[in-house]
């Protein structure tokens, strides 16, 4: 039971050795895949006749034709959407067993062969009251009905996917206005969920993990690999999920779900195709995507294509003018300029281009076998590090150069799908990938010639078996599985002459030597309804995470030791309840435990987080673990008004934190030419994270519903010094009208403050990207923005989307950002689908 949907770069050097899998991203190439896809196009459409059985799906408001609805049996072995024209081909479906028919706007509903012969082929379906998901994959890998989950997990619709437009994956999870997302430059966005970010908070894609080990503590943006535009369900569960998900999954996971090859369910091959255009003015914005579905009975396949190029961004006319870029630095000849900015606005060397291509084919391997094989490829080009280069020393700009080099992250993955309901299971499903990802981080300072460049490479292999068991004819779930994750990490580093090209080594980031890192584990969980109304969740999970790193190289930094090893074993479980005492009502309660053991980022890691700031590996660093609780409840008022509110309450032990540190006795290290303070991750007493989630909506009639969310988060370690990834408050507040083929959101988005006493003492260090207080120390302002969108569908084949964001045209720069956000930008968006 899987997931239910949901001019080229500039500065885009050549692909490298990345084998015959990585391409080079050429204008040729973008091309000769568009005629791929016409050819597809044109060769298909001959063979798109109506089979014999067909069910037409019409809106039971306004009798119109509902496409995208998925039509499946309960196994998930036949599976398809209609067509524009509300129609589906049921002949591969069986008398005698139900077809369901889902959507995200309407009612599920089910009904056997022989109803929907006695009705004729045609079904109305009921728009839904409120934005409430039925069913969730990601609490336990297989599907289960969202009202027997304990934990707080939100989904992203859609229809907001759609009329918001997210331009990376980094902005679609901010959607529901419950993540908080940072951004150094224009070109990330680091997720922070329940006072946990980066190596705390796990990303999962299509069962596969995405988290690696050389995933960080300061911000990462490995999020925006993904493209949003092949995304088609996404979950995310706050809290810990580390009883299936394991090491990591803290603060919550990010669990995506991408667009699966569908197969045809009647005679003829099933077609779809989608194209989409989309311009957006803050940063000149331009996306172009397209897929293309073709599937027969037996064999599927599915391919798209995303490219997108983003300009400097331009931030907003009012308040705040200490974010301006009144100067930058640039190459004039052979030698460092500074230049007066003629528009302060223009964040000169914040843009970015960026390609994803996907590729599934999937096929049946007899009656019970379903393999999908998988391709993911994404390459970012140069990423401006926007608040680096904005930093000043002695008066004047400190780099001449700051840049991340190409990020590029390529999966290959394999599922196989059994469902033969025996003795030991009902269903399997073994997952095998392979990931390779690479990025490097290239710093020059100004008037310097000598470019300092670190390289990193990571292949992962990663194995998942999962199970799961219905005993009897009773609705318990018992599901149970085993994960293997191997870490190959390769770091190198150069220093290179920008006149001459010469280069000579250099100390690397991490230990220049062999680096692996291992993770295993067993699961498994059980879920069973001592009433109706009551439904127990329990899970269990054993982790056994080792790392082995050399140093083969020890005269860069002349370290004490020169291997650094890593053994650890937790067992983590969770147990939570769900209370339904009326139709109207539902009562959560969750116990959950965590656990995080360190990578090599925060093993091993060499580096400068701050100016005079030098981060150094710490042997000796031990696992931290998380104890956790929350509560909630949800209320509907009639059909007017749903609330839902969630306490949570976690307990961090052992808590690895960046404090002072002694380098071989010493408090101070050179590094790179100069004297920095020297810190290490070390484990500190304990840490305290909490706080609330509040949703509400509101449905005054059947064309309006308002909807508002807004998350308080605390946090602090046993110091009483405030935690680095705690947001302020922030939410939203969206005013929606929509019928028919029309939609329109005029919404608000805000953010509290964080005054200089609740920054954490490495956000104090970062005085330039903050405004100043009274007392010229830095703070983070409060900001809100007022936006508008509107959403218009042409005959199930044509969706159109206009907005504004920022209509204000505010200058505000969110918590922990290193870079301003957009001022007024106008969007426009044009997607088609056959």
Same mark, same amino acid.
């Given at each position: ?662 380098? $071989? =006795?010493?408090? %101070?290290? @050179?590094? &790179? ?6 810190? /290490?991750?070390?484990? !500190? ?65 805000? $953010? =509290?403050?964080? %005054?200089? @006493?609740? &920054? ?6 970062? /005085?330039?990207?903050? !405004? ?63």
């Amino acid at each position: 039971m899987s997931s239910l949907a949901s001019d080229m770069p500039r500065n885009m050097p050549a692909a490298g050795n990345y084998g015959m899998l990585f391409v080079r991203p050429t204008t040729y190439y973008t091309l000769s895949l568009m005629k791929k896809y016409l050819f597809l196009l044109l060769f298909f459409l001959p063979f798109m006749n109506s089979a014999a059985q067909t069910v037409t799906v019409l809106g039971a408001e306004d009798g119109k034709p509902v496409a995208d609805v998925a039509v499946y049996n309960e196994a998930r072995t036949q599976f398809c959407y209609t067509s524009p024209s509300g129609k589906a081909s049921l002949s591969g479906f069986r008398a005698g067993q139900p077809v369901f028919f889902q959507h995200f706007s309407y009612e599920r509903v089910s009904y056997t062969p022989e109803e929907l012969e006695e009705a004729g082929w045609v079904i109305h379906l009921n728009t839904k009251t409120f934005e409430v998901e039925e069913f969730i994959v990601s609490a336990n890998r297989w599907e289960q009905k969202s009202e027997e989950v304990p934990n707080y997990i939100s989904t992203i619709a859609l229809p907001s996917v759609r009329m918001q437009n997210p331009q990376t994956a980094a902005d679609l999870v901010s959607l529901n206005a419950d993540v908080f997302v940072q951004k150094s430059q224009l070109g990330g966005g680091s997720p922070m969920l329940r006072g946990f970010a980066t190596n705390r908070v796990l990303i999962n894609i299509d069962g596969v993990r995405l988290n690696n080990a050389i995933y960080r503590e300061g911000n990462i943006q490995n999020i925006i690999s993904l493209d949003p535009l092949v995304i088609e369900r996404t979950e995310i569960i706050f809290g810990p999920g580390a009883t299936m998900y394991g090491s990591d999954a803290l603060g919550g996971v990010m669990d995506f779900h991408t667009k699966r090859a569908l197969y045809s369910t009647g005679d003829s091959v099933y077609l779809k195709a989608e194209a989409l255009a989309r311009y957006s003015s803050a940063a000149g914005e331009q996306t172009y995507h397209a897929d293309i579905n073709a599937g027969g009975r037996r064999v599927a396949f599915l391919s798209s294509l995303t490219w997108s190029d983003f300009g400097d961004l331009v931030m907003g006319s009012r308040t705040h003018p200490e974010y301006l870029r009144n100067e930058y630095q640039t190459r004039i000849g052979n030698r460092d300029s500074i230049v007066m900015n003629s528009n302060p606005l223009r964040q000169v060397a914040s843009g970015y281009s960026q390609l994803n291509t996907m590729n599934r084919i999937r096929f049946k391997a007899g009656r019970n076998f379903d393999i999908n094989i998988a391709n993911h490829y994404s390459r970012l080009s140069d990423v401006p590090r926007y608040d680096r280069l904005i930093q000043v020393r002695n008066g004047t700009l400190r780099y001449g150069d700051w840049y991340y080099g190409p990020q590029i992250w390529m999966m290959t993955s394999s599922s196989v799908h059994y469902n033969n309901a025996n003795a030991a299971f009902d269903e399997a499903r073994l997952t095998v990938a392979r990931q390779d990802y690479r990025e490097s981080r290239h710093d020059r300072k100004i008037n310097d010639k000598q470019l300092n460049e670190q390289f990193e490479k990571v292949g992962i292999w990663s194995v998942n078996l999962d199970f799961d068991k219905t005993p009897g004819k009773n609705k318990n779930l018992v599901y149970y599985g085993a994960e293997y994750v191997r870490n190959n990490i390769h770091s190198t580093a150069d220093t290179r002459d920008i006149l001459t090209g010469e280069t000579v080594p250099a100390g690397s980031r991490y230990p220049n030597g062999k680096n692996i890192y291992n993770s295993a584990a067993l699961y498994g969980g059980y879920k069973f309804n001592p009433g109706s109304r009551f439904t127990v969740n329990t899970g269990i999970r054993y982790n056994f995470v080792s790392l082995r790193s050399e140093i083969a190289d020890n005269s860069f930094y002349d370290f004490p030791f020169t291997t650094i090893e890593s053994a650890n074993s937790a067992v983590t479980c969770a147990a939570g309840a769900t209370f339904r005492p009326d139709d109207k009502t539902g009562l959560t309660v969750n116990l959950s435990t965590g656990f995080r053991a360190p990578n090599l980022d925060d093993l091993g890691k060499v580096f400068e987080s701050a100016p005079g700031v030098l981060v150094v590996p710490n042997p000796g660093l031990k696992p931290e673990y998380l104890y956790n609780i929350d509560v909630g409840a949800t209320r509907e008022l009639g059909k007017m008004l749903l609330t839902d509110a969630s306490l949570f309450f976690s307990y961090l032990d052992n808590a690895m934190v960046r404090r002072e540190f002694l380098f $071989n =006795g010493q408090p %101070t290290f @050179e590094y &790179l030419g100069e004297e920095s303070t020297v810190y /290490a991750m070390v484990n !500190a007493g304990y840490a305290l994270i909490y706080g609330t989630q509040l949703k509400a909506e509101l449905r005054p009639s059947s064309l309006l519903r308002i909807k508002s969310s807004l998350t308080i988060t605390g946090g602090h370690d046993n110091d009483n010094v405030p935690l680095r990834h705690v947001p302020p408050v922030f939410g939203a507040t969206h005013v929606i009208f929509e019928r028919s083929v029309i939609r329109t959101d005029l919404y608000a988005v805000y $953010n =509290g403050c964080v %005054t200089y @006493e609740r &920054l954490a003492p490495s956000e104090r260090d970062k /005085a330039y990207m903050y !405004a100043a207080d009274e007392n010229g120390n830095p703070w983070s302002p409060g900001w809100f923005t007022l936006n508008f969108k509107t959403f218009f569908n042409i005959g199930n084949r044509l969706d159109l989307t206009a907005g504004v964001e920022n209509i204000l045209d505010l200058r505000y720069r969110p918590y922990s950002s290193g870079i301003a956000s957009p001022g007024r930008n106008i969007i426009f968006s044009a997607r088609v689908r056959i």
